[in-house]
């Protein structure tokens, strides 16, 4: 109750501030170039040379769907704060969260939803997907995920293989996604950067991109570089040649960050400079090396996630998630030390060797050792059932004595991906000014008979199990004789 | 801590040392009993002696000197039966498994049964899910049947040049065997239950490039089967026309031909389904579908001529232009139509135990409840022809049963008791065991002197 009480009074708080924050796109904060300078400086570099000068040459242009102010009243409320609030009233305005409390009173002017029975969760989000750049059908020339000509490919990103009409986006929708990251394959130790998308239909990927989230880089540990490299008779063929693969990269990335920081230094003081040339792969890492791309990273095995922060540590980056992960719990202690999340299912494995130490209860032990724990998909038919994932990991967690709650667990597909895609002041709990991402589910979203009945996405109605007008279809799926 | 865990997993089992023998004669009270098909559970008990059940229902004495378990009000069940399993012929998936071959001189008289592990590893994580018995069945071209291979988290197969498969399939990937998966050397319950064949994009591939020659050829194998059957003596002798199968697949595919043997064609397009009927009735053929995406839009067909439907109720994608039309909705039109539906795990082995869950998904999407535990039990059971044994609670059938904490689909719930052959099997997997062994990473000795 006091819980409820105190998300009520921040929605008062920040209510205000909320109002009008959907109205435009926010700017991503990148993007600047370097400061104007002194008569006797040079010209400045023609476009496209300056890493610097436009970090966002991609821009998002999501563009909120209309959407009405709503008030979801009578439900079971998972906030993703840690809160469950019954008879719980959520209040959605200009797209944004404005209230969440329990019995609140609903303002003149909004849409009410009967609630009662149902249960509300923040939208779900899912922090590793191939959706797009491995769309349905599955078919070679739509196989966009994996630049695996070379084992540093930092230089590729995933939005520029996503088929925005990827009929899995809608599939996803269904079951309650509103965000996902989209990352490349696993077959390089730098698979490339990875792209955070608002779970809408678009005509254009950058229709899609989340405004102002940070870019990602997926890295790859194990078994999925090596053999793919070994393969080709050449380096990486063991995982001490990943690592010896990761370290020179970052050597380069260094090497790379201090020309330019020579070459700014030098224009800053008016003195002659000839800059470096720019290389796409070297941004992405130094983008890392500046803590402004987030390291998402693919390893499955206890010892070489010690070994992957042992490198972070030696060139001063930080792992934001180690995804997969099933080993986690092996060293549950290490990764909460280190504030890295842990992306992971409940019961995947064994489809190799580095996936055989699988234990249910993953999550629930990287939670109880105080870490970020999440539930992810990578996979289209997963992404559908993040809930019913969730709910066997609370399971394995119960039958072992933890008393899991289900406002503990809803957090495992909300707020703790939020925070491993370093999007958690926009999305990822019920709090007021945060967007109006919200699920509204037909039972307990941790019983396997559960379906989504609707999801809004900031404040738009994107998705309605009984009303065909909000049920998106791809251009591919138009005019298929057996989809009737 | 070991210790208090192992008393505290004791404590919530219903056998109080879990893997302990059970009396000859065995009264589960207290339960409430689920069978097959229906719409709510009788409360009552369960009488096993010898293995098999010889009583069950409302009013059934408890016999005297029989060791009793009380089921407290769980829901006992039949074992589930696994459709379209690798169980005991695998262990990790990339290391290898023991479901398909790669030889032209051997198709349909590829036989599973020759490979079976019981000690396999992950055995018990299907038994944990419930799993009591488990159809092995060969890895058709293009995979076993609506459920994905297991996972290939980088997708590289598709991008490092290599085609999609390498491996050149023969028109029958061979013949399925139905185990039980007691703990124990003895697996074996049926061998020889079933013919697999792809059919569509994988028929075609198997047969050069398209889908007319393959049904050209299997036309021709069947009949060199029945000339080889009248012809066998003349064959010995060398003294009779050349054939298109090696003279075991020839031997194998006898009872195909003569209707005994069910052939499991995987196929997913409309189109191919009314094909793969078509031939059935022509050539009389026994048929069960298999994969079966688009099944629900053949339903009257498929129902009329009485062909069971293997399927993956998850399937909803247009993961190929073959399942345009897969919806979550396919279990419960084929069973509104007559249709009688099996229900897969999500993987052959691994994810074997997510069948539960995928009955709920079928129930969620429209699937009455008993047809979803018919689908993951008896059905299957018929279906494979060991009925007989399992796949019901009925006087005489194996004691194959679970115990559940609470509805056997739901996540939530847990198996309490799980027997086979009347046999309580341990509550325990390697997967707990390594969860024991990290539960505390605080122990003074390293972890690898807990176990």
Redesign the interface.
């Known amino acids: 109750m006091n819980k409820a009480l105190g998300v009520a009074l921040a929605a008062l708080v920040s209510a205000s501030l909320a109002a009008c924050a959907t109205t435009t796109p926010s700017k991503p904060a990148a993007g600047k170039s370097p400061p104007p300078a002194a008569s006797s400086q040079p010209p400045p570099l023609p476009k496209g040379l300056d890493p610097a000068a436009n970090k966002d040459p991609f821009p998002s242009t999501y563009r909120p769907m209309p959407g009405r102010d709503v008030a979801l009243v009578g439900a079971t409320v998972l906030t993703g704060t840690g809160a469950q609030i019954d008879n719980g009233t959520v209040l959605i305005k200009g797209g944004r969260i404005a209230a969440v409390g329990a019995g609140l009173a609903v303002p003149a002017g909004y849409e009410t939803v009967d609630a009662r029975g149902k249960w509300v969760t923040p939208g779900l989000i899912d922090t590793h997907s191939h959706l797009g750049v491995y769309p349905s059908p599955e078919v070679q020339a739509h196989s966009d995920g994996n630049e695996a000509t070379d084992p540093n490919t930092a230089q590729v990103w995933a939005e520029h293989s996503v088929w925005p009409q990827d009929p899995g986006f809608n599939l996803a929708r269904a079951g309650g996604v509103t965000t996902l990251l989209v990352l490349p394959g696993s077959a390089n130790l730098f698979g490339g950067r990875g792209v955070t998308l608002r779970n809408v239909p678009g005509r254009t990927v950058q229709d899609m991109k989340f405004p102002g989230a940070p870019y990602t880089l997926k890295m790859a540990c194990g078994e999925n570089p090596k053999r793919v490299y070994g393969g080709k008779q050449r380096a990486p063929s063991t995982r001490m040649g990943n690592v010896a693969g990761y370290r020179a990269a970052w050597i380069n990335a260094a090497d790379y960050m201090r020309r330019w920081d020579d070459y700014r230094a030098k224009v800053a003081k008016g003195d002659k400079a000839d800059p470096p040339k720019r290389d796409l792969q070297l941004d992405t890492l130094v983008g890392v090396l500046k803590g402004e791309i987030l390291v998402e990273n693919h390893c499955y095995r206890a010892d070489e996630m010690a070994q992957m922060i042992d490198i972070s540590k030696e060139f001063g980056y930080r792992i934001t998630a180690f995804h997969h992960t099933v080993e986690a719990y092996k060293i549950a202690d290490l990764l909460a030390k280190n504030d890295i999340c842990v992306a992971t299912w409940t019961n995947w494995w064994g489809s190799k060797l580095e996936m055989n130490d699988s234990v249910e209860a993953n999550v629930p032990l990287v939670e109880a050792a105080g870490g970020c724990a999440i539930i992810k998909s990578d996979d289209p038919d997963l992404i559908q059932r993040l809930n019913q994932e969730a709910a066997e990991a609370m399971a394995a967690g119960r039958a072992m004595g933890m008393p899991i709650t289900e406002a503990q667990a809803i957090r495992w597909i909300t707020a703790n991906p939020a925070k491993a895609l370093g999007v958690s002041a926009e999305v990822g709990t019920l709090e007021a000014g945060k967007r109006g991402d919200v699920t509204l589910w037909d039972g307990n979203p941790f019983s396997i008979y559960t379906r989504a009945q609707r999801v809004w996405i900031d404040g738009g109605l994107a998705y309605d199990r009984t009303d065909p007008r909000f049920q998106a279809k791809s251009d591919f799926e138009l005019g298929q004789e057996s989809r009737r | 801590m070991i210790r208090r865990?192992a008393s505290?997993l004791a404590a919530?089992a219903l056998v109080t040392a879990p893997g302990s023998a059970l009396a000859a004669t065995v009264a589960i009270v207290n339960a409430r009993i689920l069978n097959p098909g229906a719409a709510q559970p009788v409360d009552g008990s369960v009488v096993v002696r010898d293995g098999k059940i010889v009583a069950v229902g409302a009013n059934v004495a408890t016999p005297a000197g029989a060791q009793v378990v009380d089921a407290k009000g769980g829901i006992v069940t039949p074992g589930l039966v696994a459709v379209n399993s690798m169980l005991g012929a695998?262990?990790?998936?990339?290391?290898g498994d023991d479901v398909d071959v790669n030889t032209p001189d051997l198709g349909a008289a590829f036989d599973v049964q020759y490979a079976l592990n019981p000690d396999s590893v992950?055995i018990p994580v299907a038994r944990l899910g419930g799993i009591t018995s488990a159809v092995v069945t060969p890895r058709a071209e293009g995979g076993q049947g609506g459920a994905?291979l297991?996972?290939?988290?980088?997708?590289?197969d598709?991008?490092?040049g290599a085609p999609?498969s390498e491996n050149a399939h023969h028109l029958f990937a061979g013949q399925a065997a139905v185990i039980q998966l007691a703990r124990g050397s003895d697996m074996l319950l049926k061998p020889k239950v079933a013919m697999v064949s792809p059919f569509g994009d994988a028929g075609a591939k198997v047969a050069g490039g398209a889908r007319g020659a393959e049904f050209v050829l299997l036309k021709e194998a069947l009949e060199d089967v029945r000339a080889y059957q009248r012809n066998r003596a003349a064959y010995e002798r060398a003294g009779y026309r050349d054939l298109s199968l090696s003279r075991a697949d020839l031997e194998a595919l006898i009872p195909v031909v003569n209707g005994q043997m069910p052939l499991v064609a995987v196929a997913n397009?409309?189109s191919d389904i009314r094909a793969v009927l078509k031939l059935a009735k022509d050539e009389k053929i026994k048929l069960v579908l298999s994969g079966a995406a688009?099944a629900w839009?053949v339903a009257p067909e498929i129902a009329a001529a009485g062909v069971p439907v293997i399927l993956n109720p998850?399937?909803?994608?247009?993961?190929?232009?073959e399942?345009?039309?897969a919806t979550l909705e396919n279990a419960a039109r084929l069973e509104a139509a007559g249709v009688t539906v099996a229900i897969e795990g999500?993987?052959g082995?691994?994810?074997a135990?997510?069948m539960r869950?995928n009955a709920?998904?079928a129930?969620?999407n429209g699937m009455t409840k008993g047809g979803a535990l018919a689908a993951v039990t008896l059905n299957p059971a018929k279906i494979f022809g060991v009925a007989n044994r399992v796949g019901s609670l009925e006087p005489g059938k194996d004691a194959d049963l679970v115990v559940w904490s609470g509805d056997p689909?739901?996540?939530?719930?847990?198996p309490q008791l799980v027997l086979i052959r009347g046999e309580a099997q341990p509550l325990r997997s390697r997967?707990?065991d390594?969860?024991d062994r990290?539960?505390d990473?605080n122990r003074p000795m390293p972890?690898g002197y807990s176990y």
């Open positions: 865990l505290l919530t695998v262990e990790v998936s990339a290391v992950v994905s297991d996972h290939d988290d980088s997708g590289s598709a991008t490092s999609a397009r409309a688009e839009r998850v399937l909803d994608r247009p993961t190929s232009f399942t345009l039309g999500n993987s082995a691994h994810r135990h997510e869950y709920g998904i129930v969620a689909f739901e996540p939530l719930s847990k997967q707990l390594l969860r990290y539960k990473l972890p």
